[in-house]
């Protein structure tokens, strides 16, 4: 069975800093890898997709890397604003036919202070 | 250009009373979602549409639970008898056909059983 892991849980940091988030997942038999961003009470916002063949994916400020054999996936975010500051959550779609449902991390809880 | 709307945004309701959420999916989006986010067990899958295919109903986590898809576009789902175990949001996700494709979420309806 997939388990997605994320590290930190939470993380606060000041603004302008540079961070990475952390994913790991324990089968590396995946179709691809989603980062989303989550605001309290709020549904997801899908940030990057990598596709299993590939090994990053930029948007702006953002970049997402994945190494499958290793199991792991970081989000950089470039000058972190207050606006950043929401749950990232990293989620795995399983290399099968039965169809491209997602396992979840838990998140991480990123506040950017001004 | 409307995303993935789901109705009612919240529902309080009391224990043992039936409940049906909807969801209305991208226009031209043959696949389709659900997934539950609960404090103690994080996001999780609990059913698949893609099609006029039957659907993947792995993720659900008893018989109370129950999904359709009409005309392969709007889906309910429907929990019976409502335990206050079954408070949780429930996300909608809609993708175009195949497994590479991006999924994308709707706002969620929050569920209170009393």
């Known amino acids: 069975k997939q388990e997605v892991t994320q590290i930190p849980a939470a993380l606060s940091v000041p603004e302008g800093e540079n961070l990475v988030l952390n994913c790991s997942f324990t089968d590396s038999a995946i179709y691809n890898l989603q980062w989303f961003r989550q605001d309290p009470g709020k549904g997801l916002t899908s940030l990057l997709l990598i596709q299993s063949s590939q090994r990053e994916q930029t948007s702006g400020r953002l970049n997402a890397s994945l190494d499958k054999s290793s199991g792991r996936s970081t989000l950089y975010i470039a000058a972190s604003q207050p606006g950043d500051s929401a749950t990232y959550l990293c989620a795995v779609a399983p290399f099968n036919n039965a169809g491209n449902m997602l396992t979840f991390g838990g998140g991480t809880r990123l506040m950017v202070k001004p | 250009g409307a995303g993935v709307s789901q109705s009612p945004s919240n529902k309080v309701t009391e224990k043992g009373k039936d409940v049906e959420l909807r969801c209305d999916p991208i226009?031209?989006?043959?696949?389709l979602y659900w997934y539950r986010q609960s404090l103690g067990q994080g996001l999780e899958f609990l059913i698949y549409f893609q099609g006029n295919s039957a659907p993947d109903k792995s993720g659900l986590p008893s018989d109370r639970f129950s999904a359709e898809r009409t005309g392969g576009s709007v889906s309910t789902l429907t929990i019976q008898r409502t335990q206050q175990e079954d408070s949780a949001v429930y996300l909608c996700?809609?993708?175009?056909?195949?497994?590479?494709?991006?999924?994308?979420f709707g706002p969620g309806t929050r569920l209170t059983v009393l």
């Open positions: 996700a809609s993708s175009l056909e195949g497994f590479y494709n991006e999924q994308f």
């Open positions: 226009s031209g989006h043959t696949a």
